[in-house]
């Protein structure tokens, strides 16, 4: 069992990872709205503001994909299929990551 965690700084990026997921039969992945520490940075503390002139782009949208994925086969199926998105990373700017997290135990509530 997997947990899969994807990071998705391009709001482009996320109906291709939605899609790949759906087409693997997991429909069921849940979609958090984040925010970047370097977002955080800059708001809350202002000394920071500039801090957006380091990072091109990418700071105003970021989600969490999360998606258990009861088969280990199916798990790294999906994160080779996921390897095939084109998603645009400029130098210096957040990338798009896609892990797979052991998981002990997945159960049905």
Known sequence: MQLLAIIVHH????GEVLS???EHE???AVVVETRTGLSLLERDLPI???VRTLVPGGLDFC???????PDDAAAWDVLDALGSINAP???GEPRTIAMLLPATAIRDL
């Open 63 to 69: 989600r969490l994909v999360l998606c258990a994925v």
């Open 89 to 91: 990373a400029l130098p």
């Open 48 to 50: 920071f503001a500039g």
């Open 20 to 22: 790949t997921l759906v």
């Open 26 to 28: 997991l429909p069921d």
């Open 11 to 14: 709001e482009e990026v996320l």
